[in-house]
């Protein structure tokens, strides 16, 4: 106890100078600005910001792009809120009776209600990551290549398992990543591989350039191709911001539990919070007094799920801080921003950079608590700033993601790399192929390749090595479980009405 | 015997990746393969790309077998050929341009311009005002804000 309260005080210091509490700022401000936009998702805004996050101190950086995600979150919640457009993921469950609300002249309340739900869990699950993230790091540490690729592969079959869309599609996205992982030069043989002769590929593809073309540049052509988008902006002037007291009442109920459900499904790789929201806008209905309420501007199914959401996006951190394994694509991006800074992932990032792991957690609340004081007041500018047209929109998007590509290297390649990516991913959405599998299988496909390695030679070559190792075992028995239980007809029933919003 | 596509996303999906999966392992074939003891660099790319082409084999024929379900969800319309050729095509010049020494400012008025080809409704006063804006507006911010060491012209330095 008295050194997880040394490790939060060390952790404060960080992130109380001035320089990142202006960066906590800067990210969580920029964040929800590029988070309003409506057809950009939190990982858009991420690869787009990335890039400015690069010149900063390791520290630094990690707690603006921080803010940046958990603010990107945040801002997509306000645009569903007031333009009925869910973005990606989690919104999708926040219009449905978020925007009810704001017909009702009471978007003020809901955005409240979402900001001071999306604190209460943050404040809860920052302090959870804090408490379950040292002694798993402690049991991480004792891990050997054998355990660490067995782990790798149950995240990557987790993670295609409970995503949408087709298995087989998401595993077969999963081995596409491994492979674009391999880009580059081979550590240990020094081979270039996949690299075409270019010297731009030679350090291998960028989370950061592959990211922005997927999910960036996809994003918008999916935009563009759609018929131009019926938005029905709020008229008319927001008034009373605050909740009434009988909105707190029934609020904190939704509030507590959607807590707990992002807490618990944040470290799980795939799960992510689409799937949070989901559970908690279900459990409330269920336990409601008068079920009809919900889709028609129900305070608690706008703060429970928001509630959820944060919480998840923040114990997400949890894996990817503790095992350097991401649990969502947007912590593979963290993780390829840790990389860039030269920092290795791992359980020892915590021993070895406590001012880094301990800064970044208390960032966190910090940030929350930003985003808290920060969009009530800015609501009428969110709402200016979603009157502009699509058509202006997208080129000053385009636009920014060129030049910061381009800032990334100075190097054209990178750009044209991300405009390839941009293609590919135009056609893996056609075919129905989910990306985030892609991408974090891009980010492990090198440590899974050096781990194996490295298990093999330990045993001269025997492969069963994976399954004699007790934790190895464990891991390769749960990959099995759960490819058994997507096998089962009910569990694939629920979820594709889970996917499915009903 | 007569082949039916009941499944016509998913069969193009299993073309696509059989594809990549020969393209993967013909890439490496020069690789040294090495053993399971000691993995050459061919060993990992080999095996994933076997391992490709079964999903894509498995997905392609299930495509001939089973139809799509109903609640699976599949995109609209047609292929958006303008804005996906507009948008990256504009990305590309603009890589080039800037690779080429062209400037900062030329660079970015091709790529703005382009982009808005990606619309079907294209207003070219509007675009024009929008081009120059937004490029003097990122001249500002990344070359006096930022101080990104670009030229901004062909004849500056």
């Known amino acids: 106890m008295e050194t997880l309260l040394q490790n939060l005080l060390l952790g404060f210091s960080v992130a109380l100078t001035l320089e990142n509490l202006f960066y906590c700022f800067a990210g969580v401000f920029l964040g929800t600005l590029i988070g309003v936009l409506p057809g950009i998702g939190s990982l858009a805004t991420m690869a787009m910001l990335l890039p400015l996050t690069l010149v900063l101190p390791p520290v630094s950086a990690l707690i603006m792009l921080a803010g940046i995600y958990y603010g990107s979150d945040y801002g997509g919640s306000t645009t569903a809120i007031l333009v009925n457009l869910p973005g990606e993921g989690s919104s999708v469950v926040t219009v449905l009776d978020g925007h009810p609300m704001a017909q009702q002249g009471r978007a003020g309340p809901a955005l409240a209600i979402a900001a001071i739900g999306s604190f209460f869990a943050g404040c809860v699950a920052t302090l959870l990551v804090a408490l379950v993230g040292p002694p798993l790091a402690n049991i991480a540490i004792n891990f050997n290549s054998p355990e660490y690729f067995s782990l790798m592969v149950m995240a990557l079959v987790c993670a295609s398992v409970v995503g949408s869309g087709s298995l087989l599609k998401s595993l077969a996205m999963v081995v596409l990543g491994l492979l674009i992982g391999i880009v580059g030069t081979d550590v240990t043989s020094g081979a270039s591989r996949f690299t075409f002769g270019s010297v731009a590929l030679s350090d291998g593809v960028g989370i950061a350039v592959a990211a922005m073309g997927l999910f960036g540049i996809t994003e918008i052509v999916k935009n563009l191709a759609g018929t131009e988008m019926t938005q029905t902006i709020l008229r008319g002037k927001i008034t009373g911001l605050m909740p009434r007291w009988s909105d707190f009442k029934v609020s904190f109920g939704p509030i507590v539990r959607g807590t707990a459900i992002g807490a618990v499904f944040g ?236 | 015997m007569r082949f039916t596509i009941k499944n016509a996303q998913d069969f193009w999906c299993g073309v696509f990746f059989t594809a990549m999966g020969v393209l993967a392992i013909w890439l490496a074939r020069d690789y040294p393969m090495g053993s399971a003891l000691e993995m050459g660099p061919g060993y990992f790319p080999t095996w994933l790309g076997g391992i490709m082409i079964a999903f894509g084999l498995v997905i392609g024929a299930l495509s001939l077998k089973v139809a799509r379900a109903d609640d699976e969800p599949a995109p609209a319309g047609p292929w958006a050929y303008r804005p996906w050729l507009a948008i990256c095509g504009a990305l590309v010049v603009f890589a080039l341009l800037m690779d080429a020494g062209f400037g900062f400012v030329p660079s970015l008025f091709a790529l703005i311009v382009g982009c808005a080809l990606a619309h079907k409704d294209v207003r070219w006063g509007e675009t024009l005002v929008l081009a120059v804006v937004l490029t003097a507006a990122a001249v500002a911010i990344f070359s006096y804000g930022l101080e990104l060491p670009y030229r901004l012209f062909w004849w500056s330095h």
């Open chain 1, 267 to 502: 470290p799980l790789p795939g799960l992510g919070g689409t799937i949070s929201s989901f559970t908690s806008y279900m459990v409330e209905k269920k336990i409601a007094k008068d079920p009809s309420r919900f889709g028609k501007g129900a305070i608690e199914g706008v703060a429970g799920p928001e509630s959820a959401n944060n919480a998840c996006a923040q114990t997400t951190f949890v894996p990817m801080l503790t095992l350097g394994i991401p649990a969502s694509a947007s912590m593979a991006i963290m993780l390829g921003a840790m990389m860039m800074h030269g920092i290795t992932p791992g359980p020892q990032v915590m021993t070895s950079r406590p001012e880094l792991f301990w800064g970044l957690i208390a960032s966190m609340w910090i940030g929350n608590a930003m985003l808290l004081v920060l969009n009530l007041p800015l609501i009428g500018l969110w709402v200016r700033l979603l009157k502009v047209p699509y058509r202006i929109l997208f080129p000053i998007i385009v636009t920014f993601m060129g030049i910061g590509i381009y800032s990334l290297n100075t190097m054209g390649a990178d750009v044209m790399l991300a405009a390839l990516f941009g293609a590919m991913g135009y056609v893996l959405y056609r075919l129905g192929c989910p990306f985030p599998p892609l991408i974090l299988a891009m980010i492990l496909g090198p440590l899974m390749e050096e781990n194996l390695r490295r298990s093999l030679l330990l045993t001269d070559g025997d492969p069963s090595v994976f399954f004699t190792r007790p934790i190895s075992l464990g891991f390769m028995i749960a990959t099995g479980v759960l490819l058994l239980l997507f096998a089962l007809p009910v569990f694939r029933r629920k979820r594709k009405a889970v996917m499915a919003g009903e």
